[in-house]
């Protein structure tokens, strides 16, 4: 089983940059498709972004799209969030899950949307104030 514990997560200014990492231990991140969610206060989580296991495909969230940045580094066993140009929109936990499924990228986008990760890390708060 792997563990994930995000880090990287701050209180920064609108148009601020941030980078988010996601350590995992246990098991090789090889073995999963990854994502990162966030959830603001009182709202459901939501999807960002996506990375398949060997980052042929990506996937983004259209709220971050041209933004937010997700790469992986498998020798690592990290995943990384580069998120710029922020907003007071931004503003949430976020959360580094993975996807242990045998399926196709098409259906992993689906889980992704809703939400249906194997694993989860305990999420890194993402301040940003104007």
């Known amino acids: 089983q792997v563990q994930l514990v995000e880090s990287g997560g701050g209180s920064v200014k609108t148009g601020d940059s941030l980078r988010l990492s996601c350590a995992a231990s246990?098991?090789?991140?090889?073995?999963?498709?990854m994502a990162w969610f966030r959830q603001a206060p009182g709202k459901e989580r939501e999807f960002v972004a996506a990375?398949?296991?060997?980052?042929?495909?990506?996937f983004y969230a259209d709220s971050v799209k041209g933004r937010f940045t997700i790469s992986r580094d498998n020798a690592k066993n990290t995943i990384y969030l580069q998120m710029s140009s922020l907003k007071p929109e931004d503003t949430a936990v976020y959360y580094c899950?993975?996807?242990?499924?045998?399926?196709?990228?098409?259906?992993?986008?689906?889980?992704?949307?809703?939400?249906?990760?194997?694993?989860w890390g305990q999420g890194t708060q993402v301040t940003v104030s104007s």
């Open positions: 246990g098991r090789t991140l090889s073995n999963y498709a």
């Open positions: 990375i398949s296991k060997t980052a042929s495909f990506i």
């Open positions: 899950a993975a996807h242990s499924g045998l399926s196709n990228w098409a259906q992993k986008k689906k889980d992704f949307a809703a939400g249906r990760l194997d694993i």
